[in-house]
Nanobody
Framework: QVQLVESGGGPVQAGGSLRLSCAASGRTFSSYGMGWFRQAPGQEREFVAAINRYGGIIYDADSVKGRFTISRDNGQNTVYLQMNSLKPEDTAVYYC?????????????????WGQGTQVTVSS
């Protein structure tokens, strides 16, 4: 079992930056694959980025190409999402998720553990 708590969201103007954090409980964080997803009002939850247990990374190229960076600090049991050059269309609730198998996946169903989410609001 792992519990996830996101932080770092808030209001920001277009072109600004935010760094989201996801703190995980438990002693086996380094073995989990970690993902970031987001959900805008009225839309499905969509994949943003993921990092596997070995540090391999995948992104949703279309939406975050060159602007977002995922990273992890196993010593701090934390995964981060650095978001630069934010756009109004990035407005959403951002969720982190953990995959016990250790993979980085675009599929929501791969993740067995989810945080409560943190709101990011980008104004134009």
């Amino acid at each position: 079992q792992v519990q996830l708590v996101e932080s770092g969201g808030g209001p920001v103007q277009a072109g600004g930056s935010l760094r989201l954090s996801c703190a995980a409980s438990g002693r086996t964080f380094s073995s989990y694959g970690m993902g970031w997803f987001r959900q805008a009002p009225g839309q499905e939850r969509e994949f943003v980025a993921a990092i596997n247990r070995y540090g391999g990374i995948i992104y949703d190229a279309d939406s975050v190409k060159g602007r977002f960076t995922i990273s992890r600090d196993n010593g701090q049991n934390t995964v981060y999402l650095q978001m630069n050059s934010l756009k109004p269309e990035d407005t959403a609730v951002y969720y982190c998720a953990a995959d016990q198998a250790g993979w980085a996946s675009r599929a929501r169903d791969s993740y067995g553990f989810w945080g409560q989410g943190t709101q990011v609001t980008v104004s134009s």
